[in-house]
């Protein structure tokens, strides 16, 4: 089962802040937060991970509480392509393990 | 560099028909992974190789074989299709030991049992 919990769907302007909010409050010390996002029907493409600093890259930040237990995907300047699903994934593994659990995501909407 | 790519795009089968789904990387990644989506869902993992000979489970293995004879190809065998396997495959892979953090996804294979 995911071990995160994401809102269903969010709508946001264009040109405005999109914040994508994700629960994993069963997160464990050595476990990243990855955001991944699916446009229509494409393969998911990587967005942005992180440990436990607040991390930012040309496509979004990600802010991860202290405790660890929720995070917030940050589109700086949503457009009508970002329209999308994304998904907040802890990403469980080691060397030999590594794999990804998704859950349902959160579907953006990006209007006008 | 062409990524990852999956033939067929799209495939329509009988109820106890078998195939097969390719995926193949030129991106020299060790680790490969099949997931399966159904409509309205996120993807689900089906199995899953850290290298060539090695193969796992992942969630949902039941009715799909893999083998990975080379670093490139990952294989998924659909031996007796049944409707509850209609759904979009897709393959992807990553590196993990170059600290690379993202798996990169093939553009899916849409499969219908009927």
Redesign the interface.
């Known amino acids: 089962d ?1 071990k995160t919990t994401q809102p269903p769907s969010m709508d946001c302007a264009e040109g405005r802040a999109a914040n994508l909010p994700c629960n994993h409050s069963t997160i464990s010390g050595n476990e ?1 937060v ?1 955001w991944y996002r699916q446009i229509h ?6 967005i942005i ?1 992180g440990l436990k600093n607040n991390e930012t890259n040309e496509m979004a930040s990600l802010i991860i509480t202290e405790d660890r237990k929720s995070s917030t995907l940050i589109l700086p300047h949503a457009t009508l392509r970002d329209t999308a699903v994304y ?1 907040c994934i802890v990403r469980v ?1 080691s ?11 959160t579907r953006l909407q990006v209007f006008p | 560099n062409a990524g ?1 790519t999956q033939t067929p795009k799209f495939r329509i089968l009988k109820i106890g028909q078998s195939m097969t789904l390719q995926c193949t990387q030129d991106m020299n990644h060790n ?1 490969m ?1 099949w ?1 399966r989506q159904d409509p ?6 089906i199995y ?1 190789s ?1 290298g060539a000979g090695i193969t ?1 489970k ?2 949902v293995p039941n009715g799909y074989n893999v083998s990975r004879s080379t670093t490139e190809d990952f294989p998924l065998r659909l031996e007796l299709a049944a409707p509850s396997q209609t759904s ?1 495959y ?1 393959c ?1 892979s ?1 590196h ?2 170059r600290g690379e ?8 294979t849409r499969l219908t049992v009927t």
């Open positions: 995911a990243y990855y029907s494409q393969g998911p493409q990587y991970h998904y593994g060397y030999n393990t590594d794999k990804l659990i998704f859950g349902t995501g | 990852v680790y992974y997931y309205g869902m996120g993807l689900k993992l899953y850290v796992d992942g969630e979009v897709f992807a990553s993990y030991a953090p993202e798996q990169y996804f093939g553009p899916g």
